[in-house]
């Protein structure tokens, strides 16, 4: 089972895939946004092509574990988009995610022009695999 992850941001869109067994996660691809219309497609033609039976999107809690505007946001993004997939889609916390991933790139040497280009795909790993890991039977 295929496994798409999700990394919403204002400017970009950082995917990732699991492996067919759902165990581990892969930088895929980062999404520049646009028109909500033409983000929702980009999103279902790789849905489609990668053959996906669920999206997990990373929900930016507060660190008290509120929802704060954000992750409004992103809900609201999520609706959109459970309109336009015929799977199911989750949310998995993503607190730190992105720090996490910055920190992953700055150990690799990477320029900052470069990082900007990968961030959002590594943080979408980092979600992805975060999710299969909590879900491991």
Not at 62 to 77: H, R, S
Request: charged share 30%; proline share 3%; with cysteine.
């Amino acid at each position: 089972m295929r496994i798409m992850g999700l990394d919403v941001g204002e400017k970009r869109i950082g995917v990732a895939i699991s492996d067919p067994l759902g165990w581990t996660a892969q930088g895929h691809s980062v999404v520049q946004r646009s028109t909500l219309k033409n983000d929702l497609a980009k999103l279902k033609e790789l849905c489609q092509q990668l053959e996906c039976q669920l999206v997990v999107v990373g929900l930016p809690r507060n660190m008290n574990g509120t929802l704060g505007p954000k992750a409004e946001e992103i809900q609201e993004f999520v609706r959109h988009l459970h309109d336009v997939v015929s799977v199911p889609i989750e949310y998995w916390d993503e607190r730190l995610t992105t720090r996490s991933a910055e920190r992953v790139l700055l150990e690799a040497d990477l320029s900052r022009r470069k990082r900007r280009k990968v961030i959002d795909k590594v943080a979408a790993v980092h979600i992805l695999q975060n999710y299969l890991d909590a879900h491991k039977s």
